[in-house]
Protein backbone atom coordinates (compact mmCIF):
# COMPACT_ATOMS: atom_id res chain seq x y z
CA UNK A 1 0.00 0.00 0.00
CA UNK A 2 1.12 3.42 -1.07
CA UNK A 3 2.09 5.86 1.71
CA UNK A 4 -0.47 8.14 2.37
CA UNK A 5 0.21 11.79 2.14
CA UNK A 6 -0.35 13.96 5.53
CA UNK A 7 0.14 17.44 5.96
CA UNK A 8 0.71 18.64 9.20
CA UNK A 9 0.14 22.69 10.26
CA UNK A 10 1.61 23.63 13.71
CA UNK A 11 3.26 26.59 14.51
CA UNK A 12 5.37 25.35 17.35
CA UNK A 13 8.65 24.44 16.26
CA UNK A 14 8.99 21.42 18.96
CA UNK A 15 5.20 20.17 18.93
CA UNK A 16 5.44 20.42 14.92
CA UNK A 17 9.05 18.15 15.03
CA UNK A 18 7.91 15.49 17.74
CA UNK A 19 5.02 14.84 15.96
CA UNK A 20 5.79 14.90 12.12
CA UNK A 21 9.08 12.50 13.69
CA UNK A 22 6.01 10.09 15.45
CA UNK A 23 3.52 9.93 12.04
CA UNK A 24 7.00 9.66 9.73
CA UNK A 25 7.50 5.98 12.38
CA UNK A 26 4.10 5.42 11.78
CA UNK A 27 4.51 5.05 7.96
CA UNK A 28 3.25 8.09 6.65
CA UNK A 29 4.95 10.58 4.47
CA UNK A 30 4.90 13.89 5.96
CA UNK A 31 4.83 17.78 5.19
CA UNK A 32 4.96 20.65 7.71
CA UNK A 33 3.75 23.83 7.42
CA UNK A 34 4.10 26.65 10.35
CA UNK A 35 1.49 29.15 9.41
CA UNK A 36 -1.79 29.76 7.42
CA UNK A 37 -1.00 30.96 4.61
CA UNK A 38 1.14 28.06 3.55
CA UNK A 39 -1.36 25.91 4.80
CA UNK A 40 -3.46 26.91 2.42
CA UNK A 41 -0.70 27.00 -0.89
CA UNK A 42 0.03 23.45 -0.20
CA UNK A 43 -3.19 22.02 0.60
CA UNK A 44 -4.65 23.75 -2.40
CA UNK A 45 -1.85 22.59 -4.61
CA UNK A 46 -0.84 19.17 -3.53
CA UNK A 47 -2.79 16.22 -3.05
CA UNK A 48 -2.93 14.78 0.58
CA UNK A 49 -4.96 11.98 2.10
CA UNK A 50 -5.28 14.07 5.42
CA UNK A 51 -4.68 17.46 6.93
CA UNK A 52 -4.00 17.99 10.77
CA UNK A 53 -4.61 21.28 11.65
CA UNK A 54 -4.03 23.90 14.38
CA UNK A 55 -6.38 26.49 15.39
CA UNK A 56 -4.05 28.87 16.54
CA UNK A 57 -1.81 29.78 13.84
CA UNK A 58 0.11 32.90 12.57
CA UNK A 59 -0.84 34.25 8.77
CA UNK A 60 -4.38 33.06 9.13
CA UNK A 61 -5.90 30.73 12.01
CA UNK A 62 -6.71 27.70 11.27
CA UNK A 63 -10.59 28.12 10.89
CA UNK A 64 -10.03 30.26 8.21
CA UNK A 65 -7.74 27.96 6.88
CA UNK A 66 -10.43 25.48 6.86
CA UNK A 67 -12.92 27.44 5.13
CA UNK A 68 -10.85 28.37 2.78
CA UNK A 69 -9.59 24.62 1.71
CA UNK A 70 -13.27 23.91 2.07
CA UNK A 71 -14.25 26.82 -0.38
CA UNK A 72 -12.07 25.56 -3.30
CA UNK A 73 -13.55 22.24 -3.62
CA UNK A 74 -11.03 20.40 -1.73
CA UNK A 75 -12.48 17.38 0.29
CA UNK A 76 -9.39 16.23 2.09
CA UNK A 77 -10.41 14.87 6.05
CA UNK A 78 -9.10 17.61 8.28
CA UNK A 79 -8.54 16.81 12.13
CA UNK A 80 -8.22 20.44 14.00
CA UNK A 81 -5.77 20.64 16.91
CA UNK A 82 -6.59 23.02 19.44
CA UNK A 83 -5.43 24.19 23.03
CA UNK A 84 -8.81 25.76 23.65
CA UNK A 85 -11.91 23.24 25.00
CA UNK A 86 -14.76 25.02 24.72
CA UNK A 87 -17.65 23.39 22.70
CA UNK A 88 -18.53 26.82 20.76
CA UNK A 89 -14.95 26.44 18.99
CA UNK A 90 -15.71 22.76 18.43
CA UNK A 91 -19.33 23.59 16.85
CA UNK A 92 -17.61 26.50 14.45
CA UNK A 93 -14.66 24.24 13.42
CA UNK A 94 -17.16 21.74 12.11
CA UNK A 95 -19.31 24.12 10.60
CA UNK A 96 -16.41 25.42 8.55
CA UNK A 97 -15.20 21.93 7.16
CA UNK A 98 -13.75 19.86 9.58
CA UNK A 99 -14.12 16.61 9.82
CA UNK A 100 -12.48 15.93 13.45
CA UNK A 101 -11.63 17.93 16.37
CA UNK A 102 -8.59 17.31 18.78
CA UNK A 103 -7.67 19.58 22.27
CA UNK A 104 -4.44 19.68 23.79
CA UNK A 105 -2.81 18.40 25.13
CA UNK A 106 -3.64 15.26 24.10
CA UNK A 107 -1.52 11.96 24.08
CA UNK A 108 0.03 10.74 20.27
CA UNK A 109 -1.96 7.43 20.22
CA UNK A 110 -5.35 9.16 20.23
CA UNK A 111 -4.05 11.56 17.36
CA UNK A 112 -3.84 8.43 15.25
CA UNK A 113 -6.32 6.70 16.06
CA UNK A 114 -8.34 10.11 14.75
CA UNK A 115 -6.41 10.05 11.72
CA UNK A 116 -6.68 6.51 11.25
CA UNK A 117 -10.38 6.66 11.71
CA UNK A 118 -10.81 9.65 8.90
CA UNK A 119 -8.83 7.90 6.86
CA UNK A 120 -11.32 4.82 6.54
CA UNK A 121 -14.00 7.47 6.42
CA UNK A 122 -12.38 9.31 3.23
CA UNK A 123 -13.43 8.69 0.05
CA UNK A 124 -11.14 6.22 -2.49
CA UNK A 125 -9.51 7.23 -5.44
CA UNK A 126 -5.98 8.59 -5.94
CA UNK A 127 -4.68 9.34 -2.13
CA UNK A 128 -8.28 9.68 -1.50
CA UNK A 129 -8.28 13.26 -2.80
CA UNK A 130 -10.77 15.17 -4.77
CA UNK A 131 -7.58 17.52 -6.20
CA UNK A 132 -9.22 20.38 -7.79
CA UNK A 133 -6.23 22.79 -8.58
CA UNK A 134 -2.38 21.93 -8.54
CA UNK A 135 0.40 24.24 -9.95
CA UNK A 136 3.70 23.28 -11.44
CA UNK A 137 6.10 25.81 -12.44
CA UNK A 138 4.11 28.83 -14.39
CA UNK A 139 1.37 25.86 -14.95
CA UNK A 140 -1.76 26.18 -13.21
CA UNK A 141 -4.28 23.29 -13.71
CA UNK A 142 -7.73 23.44 -13.09
CA UNK A 143 -9.15 20.09 -12.98
CA UNK A 144 -12.94 21.30 -12.50
CA UNK A 145 -12.48 23.47 -15.50
CA UNK A 146 -10.50 21.19 -17.32
CA UNK A 147 -8.04 24.09 -17.84
CA UNK A 148 -4.85 24.85 -18.43
CA UNK A 149 -2.99 28.36 -18.12
CA UNK A 150 0.33 29.18 -18.36
CA UNK A 151 1.14 32.96 -16.63
CA UNK A 152 -2.88 32.93 -16.95
CA UNK A 153 -2.69 32.48 -20.55
CA UNK A 154 -5.02 29.37 -21.58
CA UNK A 155 -2.88 26.23 -23.12
CA UNK A 156 -4.97 24.34 -25.84
CA UNK A 157 -5.07 20.87 -24.85
CA UNK A 158 -6.85 18.05 -26.18
CA UNK A 159 -9.06 15.95 -24.32
CA UNK A 160 -6.50 12.95 -24.05
CA UNK A 161 -3.61 15.16 -23.11
CA UNK A 162 -5.64 16.78 -20.62
CA UNK A 163 -6.64 13.22 -19.04
CA UNK A 164 -2.89 12.23 -19.52
CA UNK A 165 -1.73 15.06 -17.25
CA UNK A 166 -4.61 15.04 -14.55
CA UNK A 167 -3.37 10.89 -13.82
CA UNK A 168 0.47 12.04 -13.95
CA UNK A 169 -0.73 14.82 -11.53
CA UNK A 170 -2.33 12.29 -9.31
CA UNK A 171 0.60 9.80 -9.19
CA UNK A 172 3.18 12.31 -9.23
CA UNK A 173 6.52 11.13 -8.15
CA UNK A 174 5.37 7.62 -8.99
CA UNK A 175 6.40 5.73 -11.80
CA UNK A 176 3.96 4.88 -14.35
CA UNK A 177 4.07 2.41 -17.10
CA UNK A 178 2.62 2.53 -20.81
CA UNK A 179 0.58 -0.55 -20.31
CA UNK A 180 -0.94 1.56 -17.14
CA UNK A 181 -1.43 4.59 -19.16
CA UNK A 182 -3.23 3.22 -22.22
CA UNK A 183 -5.49 1.22 -19.59
CA UNK A 184 -6.36 3.86 -17.05
CA UNK A 185 -6.33 6.90 -19.55
CA UNK A 186 -7.09 5.13 -22.99
CA UNK A 187 -9.39 2.50 -21.39
CA UNK A 188 -7.80 -0.30 -23.27
CA UNK A 189 -7.90 -3.94 -21.84
CA UNK A 190 -5.65 -5.10 -24.48
CA UNK A 191 -2.72 -2.82 -25.48
CA UNK A 192 -2.74 -2.00 -29.21
CA UNK A 193 0.21 -0.10 -28.88
CA UNK A 194 2.13 2.03 -26.53
CA UNK A 195 3.51 4.32 -29.00
CA UNK A 196 0.02 6.28 -28.41
CA UNK A 197 1.27 7.27 -25.08
CA UNK A 198 4.48 8.44 -26.16
CA UNK A 199 2.86 10.88 -29.13
CA UNK A 200 0.66 12.20 -26.46
CA UNK A 201 3.11 13.05 -23.50
CA UNK A 202 5.47 14.34 -26.49
CA UNK A 203 2.20 16.38 -27.64
CA UNK A 204 2.06 17.54 -23.67
CA UNK A 205 6.21 18.24 -23.56
CA UNK A 206 5.59 20.47 -26.49
CA UNK A 207 3.01 22.82 -24.29
CA UNK A 208 4.18 22.31 -20.66
CA UNK A 209 7.71 22.03 -20.58
CA UNK A 210 10.49 25.06 -21.03
CA UNK A 211 12.87 23.29 -22.94
CA UNK A 212 10.73 19.98 -24.44
CA UNK A 213 14.19 17.94 -25.41
CA UNK A 214 15.18 18.50 -21.73
CA UNK A 215 11.69 17.64 -19.75
CA UNK A 216 11.48 18.75 -15.86
CA UNK A 217 8.29 17.84 -15.14
CA UNK A 218 7.16 14.88 -17.41
CA UNK A 219 10.57 12.13 -16.74
CA UNK A 220 10.99 8.99 -19.07
CA UNK A 221 12.08 6.52 -16.74
CA UNK A 222 14.07 4.29 -18.95
CA UNK A 223 12.93 0.40 -19.49
CA UNK A 224 9.80 1.47 -17.33
CA UNK A 225 7.60 4.40 -17.86
CA UNK A 226 7.27 8.01 -16.90
CA UNK A 227 7.19 9.67 -13.72
CA UNK A 228 5.38 13.14 -12.87
CA UNK A 229 7.94 15.69 -11.01
CA UNK A 230 6.01 18.64 -10.89
Known sequence: MAEKRLLLVEDEPGLQLALSDRLSAEGYSVETAGDGNVAVTRATGEPFDVIVLDVMLPGRDGFDVAKTIRSQGIRTPILMLTARSQVVDRVVGLKLGADDYLTKPFETIELLARIEALLRRAPSGPSGVALERYQFGDITVDVRKAE???????????????????????????????????????????????????????????KLEPNPRVPQYILTVHGLGYKFAG
Open 148 to 206: VTQKGVELDLAAKEFQLLKYFIEHRGATVSRDELLHEVWGYNATPSTRTVDVHVAWLRQ
